[in-house]
Antibody
């Protein structure tokens, strides 16, 4: 059973870059066919899809965040990462990494989430 | 983007009640809909995919139905463990989008 674990700073200053890593265990991140995604949840609010990186390295980002988002993968460490630049208080959220079912559709595997607060 | 709208936002029901949550899409998404359950401090848990397919291990008292733009999640006999927030998610198009959530409370 694949497991995902987010890590990264819990506090980021405004205008800086938020950087998070998702470590995958119980399966290879370069396995054929999986989409590795980031999803966030503002405090007390709903879920917002940020983007994915496919096992081949291709990416797709939510247009609402596209200018600030980069998702990358490090197959040697079995990790994928999120970078979100020029953050503001509106980026304060719980950030989840997730793996789809193999067709880029729904998310059967989630990390526990990591709370990132943007504040000076 | 495809907007997903859930109703109600909150519902309160008694143990044993039949509960229904509705999710409407702003455009047709065929049957490309998933439902999740989220408890406080936890990640969402997949319950149903392709509108009506039950994820392995999910109790059979939960069921999903619908296609096109209108979908429902039904709990046939509400149990204390069902107290949570439920989200729908469309995967017909990118960006993937979620409903705003329905909080289910036990009276």
């Amino acid at each position: 059973q694949v497991q995902l674990q987010e890590s990264g700073p819990g506090l980021v200053k405004p205008s800086q870059t938020l950087s998070l890593t998702c470590t995958v265990s119980g399966g290879s991140i370069s396995s054929d066919g999986y989409y590795w995604s980031w999803i966030r949840q503002h405090p007390g609010k709903g879920l917002e899809w940020i983007g994915y990186i496919y096992y081949s390295g291709s990416t797709y980002y939510n247009p609402s965040l596209k200018s600030r988002v980069t998702i990358s993968v490090d197959t040697s460490k079995n990790q994928f990462s999120l970078k979100l630049s020029s953050v503001t208080a509106a980026d304060t959220a719980m950030y989840y990494c997730a793996r789809d079912d193999g067709s880029g559709s729904y998310y059967a595997n989630w990390g526990q989430g990591t709370l990132v607060t943007v504040s000076s | 983007d495809t907007q997903m709208t859930q109703s109600p936002s909150t519902l309160s029901a008694s143990v044993g009640d039949r509960v229904t949550i509705t999710c409407r899409a702003s455009q047709s998404i065929s049957s490309w809909l998933a439902w999740y359950q989220q408890k406080p401090g936890k990640a969402p848990k997949l319950l149903i995919y392709k509108a009506s397919s039950l994820e392995s291990g999910v109790p059979s008292r939960l069921s999903g139905s619908g296609s096109g733009t209108e979908f429902t999640l039904t709990i046939s006999s509400l149990q204390p463990d069902d107290s949570a927030t439920y989200y729908c998610q469309q995967y017909n198009s990118y960006p993937r989008t979620f409903g705003q959530g329905t909080k289910v409370e036990i009276k």
